[in-house]
């Protein structure tokens, strides 16, 4: 079995992937929490010949982690944000600089895809670029939808955004402060998506198709109009393009990657883009 992890800012992932059949066996997530007990809160290392590990915790967190695993298991790959891999040239002035969760996103997007912007709504919304010919452009970094509302401290942060709700009615204003706040925060992040969106495209000349994954991107894809695909394994999906370990890895095969959405024509971008502009 290979051991895939994905350690965030507020929930760290895992999944079991089968290295014969490249079937995923189990998976699931903890709470990323200042004292995590590395091994404590993840599945039985017996079974595991490798693991793999996109980290953005805190250093500390992730050498404990490693040097846990390293005693039970040989193979144990941490990826890094690097200057160049699989043909994308990092755009970063100090590529080590970028979370190595968007550098994921970027080359899963790009081994997929081509170019494509990359979306990832968890405890931050990052949204990067990367053009047909491999360079990444650098992002954008905007608080996520459970950050902003508790960054507004109005005791409404308990009671979350339903991942099941329709974006129409998280469109209209709120009627308490509680969903004057979800509407508010859901009508920030997906206008901000839209908008970044066009606003590259347009000075890159170029209509690219969108790729969405993290903890909420279920619900922020039912308000995006740019057309996207939701790809739940995303970062995953880097971990097993730079490190390929199965037969079906190594073939290029991504495990469950969408279908690549086609982008709407450039000359529509541009003319939704000025009519934004006159108002
Ligand atoms: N069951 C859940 N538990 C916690 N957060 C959830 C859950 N479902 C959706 N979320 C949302 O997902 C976000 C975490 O997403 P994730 O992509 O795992 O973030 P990160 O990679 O930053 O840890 C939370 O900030 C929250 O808004
Ligand atoms: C921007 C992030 C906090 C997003 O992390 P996440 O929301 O997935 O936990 C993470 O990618 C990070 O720590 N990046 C380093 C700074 C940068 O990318 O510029
Ligand atoms: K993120």
Not at 23 to 40: D, K, L, N, Q
Not at 215 to 232: E, L, N, Q, Y
């Amino acid at each position: 079995m290979i051991l895939d992890l994905d350690i965030g800012n507020t929930l760290s992932k895992w999944r079991l992937k089968d290295s014969v059949s490249s079937e995923i066996r189990s998976r699931g997530a903890v709470w990323t929490r200042e004292e995590w007990r590395p091994g404590a809160d993840i599945p039985d290392l017996d079974v595991v010949e490798a693991v793999r590990i996109s980290s953005v915790a805190r250093a500390a967190v992730l050498d404990d982690t490693v040097a846990l695993l390293r005693r039970q298991v040989r193979h144990v790959f941490v990826a890094r944000s690097l200057p160049e891999s699989l043909g994308v040239i990092n755009g970063y002035d100090e590529p080590g600089r970028l979370g190595v969760d968007r550098w994921m996103g970027v080359l899963a997007g790009y081994q997929l895809a081509g170019g494509c912007c990359a979306v990832d709504c968890g405890s931050a919304i990052t949204i990067d670029f990367v053009l047909p010919g491999g360079t990444h452009l650098g992002g954008f970094i905007i608080p996520g939808l459970r950050l902003m509302k508790e960054s507004l401290k109005l005791g409404t942060r308990n009671v979350a955004i339903d991942p099941d709700s329709e974006a129409d009615a998280l469109l209209e204003p709120g009627r308490r402060t509680v969903d004057a706040v979800n509407h508010g925060i859901y009508m920030a992040a997906v206008s901000a998506i839209n908008r970044i969106y066009s606003e590259v495209c347009d000075q890159q000349g170029v209509a690219l198709p969108m790729l969405l994954t993290g903890g909420d991107a279920r619900v922020v894809s039912r308000g995006v109009r740019v057309p996207h695909a939701v790809w739940p394994d995303m970062v995953y999906g880097g971990l097993e393009a730079i490190c390929p370990l199965t037969f079906a890895e190594r073939a290029g095969r991504l495990a469950g990657a969408p279908r690549v959405p086609e982008p709407v024509s450039l000359e529509k971008i541009r003319a939704a883009l000025a009519f934004s502009a006159l108002l």
